[in-house]
């Protein structure tokens, strides 16, 4: 009798334990949620076009997604008008939204806000969000000037080959 209970007490407790281990690795395991990469995030200030290239997944299926951009001072700008949606057949739809398994790829051209010197070289970041405005997910993206290379931050000159220098002329100095 001693003996079946100590076996039943032992079965138990181990039991209990691989059930708790279960649980406790089952709720540690987040559940992926939406994702977006910036295939170039770090990209010349142009006033005539800066394309910013957004993939994501994770997204519900068949949803149409905003993109909106802080501007410095406060303000934020829907980037809808400045985007086009990359469709799988090769066509531009006039709006983000997500395919049957929850992705989405699109180009957004900031350039009119560089032009507008509403933005120029740093950082900014990207919300893409629900038709109720909600985040969902952001990305950020840096903007540099090439023209002020000797000036670059660290997060620039470390990504970007910064431009050749004239060589000095052969009579220079003579």
Not at 39 to 52: G, H, M, R
Not at 98 to 112: P, W
Not at 152 to 166: G, I, L, R, T, Y
Request: aromatic letters at 6%; one cysteine or more.
């Amino acid at each position: 009798m001693k003996r079946k209970s100590i076996i039943l007490f032992v079965l138990v407790a181990v039991s209990c334990l691989v059930l708790g281990v279960n649980a406790a690795i089952g709720a540690a395991v987040p559940t992926p949620g939406p994702h977006v990469t910036l295939l170039n995030p770090i990209s010349k200030a142009d006033a005539k076009s800066t394309l910013l290239t957004l993939v994501g997944s994770g997204f519900q299926p068949k949803t149409t997604l905003n993109l909106v951009m802080e501007i410095p001072g406060g303000s934020t700008t829907d980037l809808s008008w400045f985007t086009q949606p990359i469709d799988p057949k090769g066509l531009v739809s006039a709006t983000v939204t997500t395919n049957e398994v929850g992705a989405f790829a699109a180009v957004v051209d900031v350039g009119t806000f560089v032009s507008k010197k509403m933005i120029g070289s740093g950082l900014y970041q990207i919300d893409v969000k629900d038709a109720d405005y909600n985040t969902l997910a952001t990305i950020p993206f840096g903007l540099y000037d090439p023209a002020k290379s000797d000036g670059w931050p660290n997060w620039v000159s470390a990504n970007v080959p910064a431009p050749p220098q004239p060589s000095p002329s052969p009579t220079a100095g003579k």
